[in-house]
């Protein structure tokens, strides 16, 4: 049983964002640091991903574990108050996002998701560089270069 009012609950559902998040913030740092550009939340693409790089042919979603259900992170797990509710929702979720996926896919699109429990990891900035390829003619900060030894 929820503790909280419907109206109080639809209130606090509302003011989550879905764009400009903090991990979405903190890979855009990431990579910018890296010497990568990129654009933002493109429209003309299914899915509107959060970075897209146009001249690589690559975009990477960042996902939140709990709205996207990563299955290998405790936060991706159905709350116990009204699952009736919650599974279909989440469910949709990753339908969604699956087929988003295959569309950019099948228009020429490299497609990488980055979870939110990965946000801090090491092993992200060497997974993003792998997926992108050498930076351009912008110098990685001294913050990425760190992260990349």
Same mark, same amino acid.
């Given at each position: 049983?929820?503790?909280l009012s419907q109206?109080?609950?639809?209130?606090?559902?509302?003011?989550?964002?879905?764009?400009?998040?903090?991990?979405?913030?903190?890979?855009?740092?990431?990579?910018?640091?890296? *010497?990568?550009?990129?654009?933002?939340?493109?429209?003309?693409?299914? *899915?509107?991903?959060?970075?897209?790089?146009?001249?690589?042919?690559?975009?990477?979603?960042?996902?939140?574990?709990?709205?996207?259900?990563?299955?290998?992170?405790?936060?991706?797990?159905?709350?116990?108050?009204?699952?009736?509710?919650?599974?279909?929702?989440?469910?949709?979720?990753?339908?969604?996002?699956?087929?988003?996926?295959?569309?950019?896919?099948?228009? *020429?699109?490299?497609?990488?998701?980055?979870?939110?429990?990965?946000?801090?990891s090491p092993k992200?900035?060497?997974?993003?560089?792998?997926?992108? *390829?050498?930076?351009?003619?912008n110098q990685p900060?001294?913050?990425?270069?760190?992260?990349?030894?």
């Amino acid at each position: 049983m929820d503790k909280l009012s419907q109206a109080r609950r639809s209130e606090n559902m509302r003011r989550i964002k879905s764009l400009n998040t903090s991990p979405e913030i903190s890979v855009r740092r990431l990579i910018f640091g890296m *010497g990568y550009r990129f654009r933002l939340h493109s429209k003309a693409l299914p *899915g509107r991903p959060d970075l897209v790089f146009p001249g690589r042919r690559a975009v990477i979603f960042v996902h939140g574990c709990f709205w996207h259900q990563h299955t290998k992170c405790n936060e991706g797990r159905i709350p116990s108050s009204r699952p009736e509710y919650w599974a279909p929702k989440l469910a949709g979720n990753v339908a969604r996002d699956t087929t988003r996926k295959d569309e950019l896919r099948q228009l *020429g699109w490299r497609v990488m998701v980055i979870w939110e429990c990965e946000v801090m990891s090491p092993k992200t900035a060497a997974k993003i560089k792998r997926f992108l *390829g050498k930076p351009g003619p912008n110098q990685p900060s001294a913050k990425a270069k760190k992260l990349l030894k």
